[in-house]
């Protein structure tokens, strides 16, 4: 369709041509004594226009003549930057098929083809900023991942020398990951907090900032951290769970000398936190060990009366001092509610043991024997019949515990330990 419109548009040109010359009956005449001469004034006419035609086609010619170098430069460059282009990306393709090396390699060609093989590692060729930036932080991971720290620095440097193109946060990113990857947490948060107040709220740097709290032991940043990931549905409620229960059982382990402050953090951790098993555990027994039974005693009797879970009796008892006749008289009413539980039985024949009551520390032992075997309960059988002077009885139940100790125990005497 085009053709044919320029065809008509020729031919209507050719046929105005026509009809004007027509119009013309004109002659030009040229004298130049003693020569003179004279055409039509038509072909006067395409005379000029021929001449202004050859006269421009020369002067082109001229202009295209002095102008062939700065062509072919900038052809060559072109080329150049196509070639770079090309191994821009096949550094990257071979990071992400885990080529290292030939990461380094095709990097390398990407900068010295461009600044040549005198370069200093600060060279910058301004018009291959973005080529240069993609192939040296392929570089700067690709010598992270062989863990070559004299390429590492290298490539460092060639990346601190783009900041000012505009690469400053891919090359901050990029050596908060290395940081964090190679646990250099002091190096990591150096080059977070260099990042402005913007970019830290980005989610790769609150990730990024997650990992560097939880490295640290920064338990109260970690928890801060996780809330806004889950909040922002970074994190879902499942992944955000495990996080905050790390953070929580950090901060207990930190708290663990000062059982005041633990039960202060205690009291204001979530209602719903509370409730779990190990982390109530790990509590109980750092106010346990510490001495503080009548807080161990609240946190154990709270939580039991709330959920069922008998390992968090075995600190309950073992706590020496307090209130025992009411932890006993506590135990004793769960008890009609637990009969068969193994543990209970045995936090009841500990805590007749603090109290001096043989007799009954005795029935509750047994009984706790009678519903599993154990061998904690067979280790205070031992005790209690040595402290009577039945060395017979305390005996045959230590070699009991010792012929227990081979097999699979139905459950553990220490749940969990002070230091972790």
């Known amino acids: 369709m085009k053709t044919l419109f320029w065809l008509l548009t020729l031919a209507a040109v050719a046929i105005g041509v026509a009809l004007l010359g027509r119009l013309t009956d004109g002659y030009v005449l040229w004298v130049m004594p003693p020569w003179r001469a004279e055409i039509s004034f038509n072909l006067f006419v395409l005379l000029q226009v021929a001449a202004l035609l050859v006269v421009y086609l020369l002067l082109r010619l001229i202009v295209n003549t002095l102008r062939l170098p700065s062509v072919v430069n900038a052809f060559r460059a072109r080329r150049a930057r196509r070639r770079e282009e090309r191994a821009a990306a096949e550094a990257l393709r071979q990071f992400w098929e885990g ?63 783009l900041d000012a193109a505009g690469w400053r946060h891919a090359r901050l990113m990029a050596e908060i990951r290395i940081a964090l990857d190679a646990r250099d947490f002091a190096a990591a948060r150096i080059a977070l907090e260099q990042l402005g107040p913007k970019e830290r709220r980005q989610v790769s740097a609150q990730r990024f900032a997650l990992r560097l709290a939880q490295g640290q032991g920064d338990w109260t940043g970690m928890q801060r951290l996780a809330r806004q990931l889950e909040k922002h549905k970074v994190l879902l409620p499942e992944q955000a769970q495990p996080l905050r229960l790390h953070a929580f059982h950090g901060m207990l382990d930190s708290l663990q000398d000062d059982p005041v402050q633990l039960m202060r953090f205690w009291r204001d951790m979530p209602a719903a936190d509370r409730l779990d098993t190990r982390l109530a555990q790990r509590a109980a027994w750092a106010l346990a060990y510490a001495g503080h039974c009548t807080e161990c005693m609240q946190l154990v009797e709270d939580f039991l009366d709330e959920r069922w879970e008998s390992v968090l009796l075995e600190p309950y008892a073992e706590c020496k001092g307090g209130d025992v006749l009411g932890r006993i008289a506590h135990c004793e009413r769960w008890l009609h509610e637990h009969p068969q539980d193994a543990l209970l039985l045995l936090a009841l024949g ?34 209690l019949f040595d402290r009577l002077e039945r060395n017979d009885d305390a005996n045959r139940h230590y070699r009991a515990a010792a012929d227990c100790q081979n097999a699979k125990p139905q459950f553990q005497s220490r749940g969990i330990r002070k230091s972790v």
């Open 350 to 383: 500990r805590l007749c043991m603090q109290q001096q009551l043989w007799g009954k520390a005795q029935s509750f032992l047994e009984a706790s024997l009678a519903v599993t075997p154990n061998c904690a309960a067979h280790i205070e059988l031992a005790r």
């Open 99 to 161: 080529r290292y090396s030939q990461v380094l390699k095709s990097a390398a060609r990407v900068v010295d083809d461009k600044v040549g093989a005198g370069a200093t590692a600060a060279t910058v060729v301004p018009e291959m900023t973005d080529v240069q930036g993609i192939a040296t932080l392929a570089a700067l991971k690709a010598a992270h991942a062989l863990r070559d720290p004299e390429r590492i620095a290298f490539w460092q440097r060639r990346a601190e020398a």
